[in-house]
C-alpha cells in the first residue's frame, strides 16, 4: 500500500499542534490500527518541538515546516522539511537514563525517546533545508 | 487540556490530566502543578488513566515537580496506560517515581503525617 499526505504548518506550536492533527487524520483515514499511532505521535511530537525551538529558535512563526506522511510497504513514514539553518537533531546530546532524580538534568529526553520508538531515524542537509525522516510499523494492539 | 483535581482524604490532592501530553499540552498541567505547590500541597497523586500518550514534555513537567517537592512533600503516580508505561520505561523514568496500580493505594501512599 501507498499513499502519501503533505502539509504546511506554521513553525509555532501552533504548527505542532496542527502537525499531530494532520497525523491522526492520516491514521483514521487508512484504517491503521486504533491505538497503535502512539509511537509516531511522540515522535512527531519530539522532532517538531526541536524544529521550533532550536532549529527555527528565534525565527518561529516566520518559517513554515513541510510535514509528510507516507504508508509504504506495512510501513509508516514521516518526513518534515524545514529551511531553518543546518540543524541536525541527531546531535543533541542523550541524557543518561540511568541517573537518580536528583542527577537528571531537566531535559534532552526527545531524541533518545524517537530513537528508541523508531526503527528509521535519518537526518539529511539536501537544498539548504533539514530533513528529518522518522519510521516503522504500525504498532499491533492486541487486546 | 482538561485536568481533572480532587481534594482527598488525608489531605492529598489527586490531578487527573485528560488527553496528550506533548509539548503543546505540557505547559498547561506545569501552571496547574505549580500552583498547587505554591498553595502548600504537599502529597501530589497524578492519575495518568486519562492520558493517551506522553512525550518527553511532559515527562520534564513531572519530573520537574518531583525534584521541587524533594524534602517538602511527596508524589506519587498511577494508573499508567500502556504507552505511557512504555514511554516511562524508555526514558528510564520507572524508578525515579513511586507508581501504583491504581488511584487507591497511590493515595494511601501519600496521605497522612510526614
Known amino acids: ?143 | 487540556m482538561d485536568v481533572r483535581e480532587e481534594k482527598v482524604a488525608g489531605g492529598v490532592l489527586v490531578v487527573a490530566p485528560v488527553g496528550r501530553l506533548d509539548s503543546v499540552t505540557s505547559a498547561d498541567l506545569e501552571t496547574r502543578l505549580l500552583a498547587h505547590l505554591a498553595a502548600g500541597e504537599a502529597a501530589l497523586v497524578i492519575d495518568m488513566a486519562g492520558v493517551e500518550y506522553i512525550s518527553s514534555a511532559g515527562l520534564r513537567v513531572l519530573l520537574s515537580v518531583a525534584k521541587k517537592l524533594r524534602g517538602r512533600g511527596r508524589i506519587a503516580l498511577c494508573s499508567l496506560g500502556r504507552s505511557v508505561r512504555q514511554v516511562f520505561e524508555l526514558a528510564g523514568f520507572l524508578p525515579l517515581f513511586t507508581i501504583e496500580d491504581s488511584r487507591e493505594p497511590a493515595v494511601a501512599r501519600m496521605a497522612g503525617p510526614g
Open chain 1, 1 to 143: 500500500m501507498e499513499a502519501r499526505e503533505t502539509l504546511r504548518v506554521p513553525g509555532s506550536s501552533e504548527g505542532i499542534r496542527l502537525a499531530a492533527a494532520g497525523l491522526d487524520s492520516f491514521w483514521r483515514s487508512h484504517g491503521l490500527p486504533e491505538g497503535g499511532g502512539w509511537p509516531f505521535q511522540v515522535a512527531l511530537d519530539e522532532a517538531m518541538s526541536n524544529i521550533v525551538h532550536h532549529g527555527l529558535s528565534g525565527r518561529a512563526g516566520e518559517s513554515e515546516i513541510e510535514v509528510e506522511f507516507r504508508l509504504v510497504g506495512s510501513d509508516v513514514e514521516i518526513v518534515l522539511a524545514d529551511d531553518a539553518p543546518p540543524f541536525n537533531p541527531l546531535e543533541l546530546a542523550e541524557p543518561d537514563t540511568r541517573q537518580d532524580l536528583d542527577d537528571r538534568p531537566v531535559g534532552g529526553l526527545g531524541v533518545a525517546l524517537v530513537r528508541k520508538l523508531m526503527d528509521v531515524v535519518e537526518y539529511e542537509r539536501r537544498e539548504g533545508r533539514n530533513h528529518l525522516r522518522l519510521r516503522r510499523k504500525p504498532l499491533q494492539v492486541e487486546d
